[in-house]
């Protein structure tokens, strides 16, 4: 049971450069979330999905985009990479009912 | 629009219990308090959660005042690897969104 899976781990983009991070979980999980943390902050959620094939925004969305097209991942995409947007990203499942979130190990993004 | 306040930063002794305050004076009757914890570099990881009981798991216990404007998370024994950002959260019941804050950073000293 690998519980949340996030990939890249580490990635460098130039402005303007696109990229998608992949969430995997195996857990069976209703929800799924995307958060990022920047230096010395606390976690802010971009996006959030409540089931395969529905999305909401969160509080800091915009210049993102997400899908969850398989109820085990979730994708989360940048079209055009800001240096604004470099920061952690995390992600994170629960089931549905239960309110406690499991979350992966982050992606290290820099946007140079 | 902060709902919860909690210290910066604390120390303790190692072996010694870890009393981690937060205040929530605004919280509503449908609303619980949850605690997680982030190592360095880490994803957050669940502690404990609460609603108007004490509560106790294998790795926390969780004292909510009377009148539920505060609570406590109690580590009953810190060891270095408790060292970590302490996040203290309330959420709607019904409601499956986290709103973190800046958290207490918790240092464990030998």
């Known amino acids: 049971n690998a519980g949340v899976t996030q990939t890249p781990k580490f990635r460098v983009l130039k402005t303007g450069q696109s990229m998608t991070l992949l969430c995997a979980q195996d857990m069976n999980h209703e929800y799924m979330y995307w958060y990022r943390q920047d230096p010395g902050m606390g976690l802010r959620l971009i996006h959030y999905s409540v089931g395969e094939g529905t999305t909401a925004k969160g509080e800091v969305p915009d210049g993102y985009n997400v899908s969850r097209l398989k109820k085990q991942n979730f994708l989360l995409g940048l079209e055009s990479a800001a240096p604004s947007q470099t920061s952690v990203y995390f992600c994170?499942?629960?089931?549905?009912?239960?309110?406690?979130?499991?979350f992966g190990p982050g992606t290290r993004l820099t946007v140079l | 629009d902060a709902k919860t306040t909690q210290p910066p930063s604390m120390d303790c002794a190692e072996g010694r219990a870890a009393n981690l305050p937060c205040n929530h004076s605004?919280?509503?009757?449908?609303?619980?308090v949850y605690w997680y914890r982030q190592i360095h570099s880490q994803g957050p990881q669940y502690i404990i959660h609460?609603?108007?009981n004490n509560e106790t798991n294998e790795m926390a216990s969780l004292i909510i005042t009377e009148d539920r404007k505060s609570s406590t998370l109690i580590l009953p024994h810190a060891t270095l690897r408790d060292t970590a950002v302490y996040y203290c959260i309330v959420r709607v019941v019904n409601d499956y969104k986290l709103s973190f804050g800046a958290g207490t950073t918790v240092t464990v000293r030998a």
């Open positions: 609460g609603l108007k």
């Open positions: 994170a499942s629960s089931p549905r009912g239960e309110h406690t979130q499991y």
């Open positions: 605004t919280i509503s009757g449908n609303e619980y």
